[in-house]
């Protein structure tokens, strides 16, 4: 079928490449390498040491987001490809979560090294999201077209948890690899348990009750006002309608799982404008664009 580009992972491609040499062109200032006190104890989670990967070199940047993906592939493909060994696809994560019917946790690179998995990417502030980030991907051939099982969920729940408390990563900073890279990417997929996770504390999600009550109310749908929303929040828009079109489907991939159209409507502003208000009060909104 009509598959584009930006419906796979590929974990990133050759823009990791360019992504890594911008990010070292940076000139943001090196916390301490303390590689050991970076990484989570994993309390009660089986951590399984898997291939050593290729795609990651030393983190410069504090951690501050934790970045999901699908795979698009099977769990041997995928932990081929993670090692890195290709020159021209230089990529790795740091852990894989497998879809058998009891999935595993596997480690390929270290937290206190920056894998190759986000790519080309923007977020709030922040660029190059490989330097700031966890990655995590998850074997799954399209997010957007297969349901992730109960028993992923529950794993990547538990691998979630570990590393946002480690971290103290904020819960605007848990997205998707399609949040972060605005129509190029479209993982993990809207099939991803997005709410479930956030019901348990793992990242944003409005409240329900403020979305059900302004959704009653006429809001103003003009494309500026989204795409300043947007931007608000933490998306990276290209200029013009097309990007704006992106950067809808991309929220909506997250946010509106039921409706991923592009479309400016009601629901799809109502949602956005109560994440805004539940997460950019003064206090989140400094902490939030801190790098
Ligand atoms: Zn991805």
């Avoid at 740091?94 to 999935?103: I, L, R």
């Avoid at 809001?219 to 079109?245: I, Q």
Wanted: glycine share 8%; hydrophobic share 35%; aromatic share 8%.
């Amino acid at each position: 079928m009509n598959a584009p580009i930006r419906s796979y992972c590929r974990f990133g491609l050759i823009w990791t490449v360019i992504s890594a040499g911008f990010v070292g062109c940076t000139t943001t200032t090196q916390p301490e390498n303390k590689p050991a006190e970076l990484e989570p104890k994993f309390t009660g989670l089986v951590i399984e040491q898997g291939p050593t990967s290729l795609g990651a070199e030393p983190r410069n940047h504090p951690i501050t987001c934790l970045i999901l993906h699908h795979t698009a592939g099977s769990l041997p493909s995928s932990l081929e490809i993670l090692q890195g060994k290709d020159p021209k696809h230089k990529v790795g994560v740091h852990y894989v979560v497998t879809d058998e019917p009891k999935p595993r946790v596997i480690r390929m690179v270290p937290e206190h090294m920056a894998a190759y998995h986000a790519g080309k990417s923007a977020w709030g502030k922040l660029n190059g999201l490989n330097q700031h980030s966890i990655g995590i991907e998850i074997i799954n051939y399209d997010g957007n077209v297969y349901p992730y099982s109960e028993a992923q969920a529950d794993i990547i729940f538990a691998l979630c948890q570990e590393i946002i408390r480690h971290h103290d990563i904020k819960p605007w900073n848990v997205i998707g690899h399609s949040d972060v890279s605005v129509g190029r990417k479209v993982d993990p997929g809207s099939k991803f348990p997005w709410a479930k996770l956030a019901s348990l504390g793992i990242g944003a999600w409005p409240l329900p009750n403020e979305v059900a009550d302004n959704l009653k109310s006429k809001r103003n749908l003009s494309p500026s006002h989204l795409r300043g929303l947007l931007s608000a929040y933490g998306y990276f828009l290209e200029p013009g309608e097309a990007g704006l079109k992106l950067g809808v489907e991309a929220f909506q991939r997250h946010f509106r799982p039921a409706k991923v159209d592009g479309l400016i409507d009601t629901e799809t502003v109502v949602i956005l404008e109560a994440l805004l208000r539940r997460y950019q009060s003064k206090a989140y909104r400094e902490a939030r664009f801190t790098p």
